[in-house]
């Protein structure tokens, strides 16, 4: 079945490095990707999203890659900082109402 | 803008007994509306989601199911509840296309 899936389930960064996560799919029909924050006890907060026609996208300290070739994307987080740490999860969408969501990745800063 | 609402945001029941989790959501119309399952340290397990007043589709064979008796208006419920259905419950309204937006959630054990 279709999958959204993570690499690592844990990410321990230092504090003002760059952090990598990354996603891999496996729906081809997949043509928009959305990265979410979600915080101990809160919902997923939306952070970033990409469409299919595009490979890179950025916002304030973040940037997502998309491969379509290898079926992968990448969150990079610039200069992390302690507020960043959380579980971080990739979701696909892919035109059936359905937004499938990865396992996560949970981001730890080290002071 | 756009809110939506969940609650309660905890809730202990014993096994048997009914369910009811309610959803709202304010500023927008005619959402798509979703409801997810989080198991501890896991990702979204996608539970129902509903385009439309009375519409809902169902994506897990369980004993709980879902309503949308108004257009914002969202209810998960249960009349007899398993100790399985413990969970981290996530309501989330969206657009097709679009970031989901979540709600907090409700903490829900059974015991």
């Known amino acids: 079945g279709e999958s959204v899936g993570l690499h690592l389930p844990t990410l321990s960064v230092q504090e003002g490095d760059n952090s990598i996560i990354n996603c891999a799919y496996s729906n081809s029909a997949s043509d928009y990707f959305i990265w979410y924050k979600q915080e101990s006890g809160k919902g997923p907060q939306f952070i970033i999203d990409i469409r299919s026609n595009m490979d890179k996208r950025q916002g304030q300290r973040v940037t997502v890659l998309l491969n379509k070739t290898v079926k992968h994307l990448s969150l990079q987080i610039a200069a992390t900082q302690p507020g960043d740490s959380a579980v971080y999860f990739c979701a696909g969408y892919s035109g059936t109402y359905k937004y499938i969501f990865g396992t996560g990745t949970r981001l730890k800063v080290l002071a | 803008s756009q809110t939506i609402h969940q609650w309660p945001a905890t809730l202990v029941q014993p096994v048997g007994s009914p369910l009811s989790l309610e959803c709202t959501v304010e500023g927008t119309s005619n959402p798509n509306l979703y409801w997810y399952r989080q198991a501890a340290g896991r990702g979204l397990q996608l539970l129902f989601y509903?385009?439309?007043?009375?519409?809902i589709s169902s994506e897990v064979p369980q004993n709980l199911s879902a309503s949308r008796p108004q257009d914002r208006q969202f209810i998960l419920s249960s009349k007899k509840l398993l100790l399985s259905d413990s969970g981290f419950y996530l309501c989330a309204w969206g657009q097709s296309g679009s970031p989901l937006h979540f709600g907090n959630g409700t903490r829900l054990t059974v015991t």
């Open positions: 509903s385009v439309g007043i009375g519409q």
